[in-house]
């Protein structure tokens, strides 16, 4: 049996809310998904990779849409993590493209971030945006969502 993870994670990797902020999101939470086997606040202070697990398969160029190659998505990931992942910044082998690891096109969305609510088996489906937009107020910013599965 697999595990499952519902995330989000501010879309500015910097980004952290304020402490009465992640009370008021994670009360949200609890009434969003009462059977989930746990709510955690994710935020040790460093940028992290919150990925997909088991659920990624591709990413690509935000630019101009070609796939890139796992091995080159991995060395870009390498580099950034010399910096702790402080530096995402990345130029697409595809077009040249200036970007970030944030911003590439994941086929299920993966996001870093400095903070993050996540969901152990939610036991929810797919989250509807006005559940998405209140949350976002709740915490002052804009989100990524990520699911995971390991």
Not at 35 to 46: H, L
Not at 50 to 60: K, L, Q
Not at 120 to 149: A, M
Request: hydrophobic share 40%; aromatic share 8%; proline share 7%.
């Amino acid at each position: 049996m697999s595990n499952n993870w519902l995330i989000f994670v501010p879309c500015d990797p910097q980004f952290h809310p304020r402490e009465e902020d992640i009370a008021v999101a994670l009360n949200y939470l609890r009434e969003l998904a009462p059977r989930a086997n746990d709510i955690t606040v994710e935020s040790d202070g460093s940028v992290n990779l919150f990925h997909a697990g088991s659920n990624f398969e591709t990413v690509s160029c935000p630019t101009c849409g070609a796939k890139i190659s796992r091995e080159g998505w991995i060395a870009a990931l390498e580099e950034a993590w010399e910096s702790r992942f402080e530096d995402l910044s990345i130029i697409t082998p595809c077009c040249s493209s200036d970007t970030s690891l944030n911003d590439l096109n994941y086929d299920m969305p993966m996001a870093f971030g400095r903070f993050a609510l996540e969901l152990s088996n939610p036991r929810i489906g797919h989250i509807p945006d006005v559940q998405r937009k209140r949350l976002e107020q709740i915490l002052k910013t804009p989100l990524k969502i990520v699911w995971k599965q390991l």
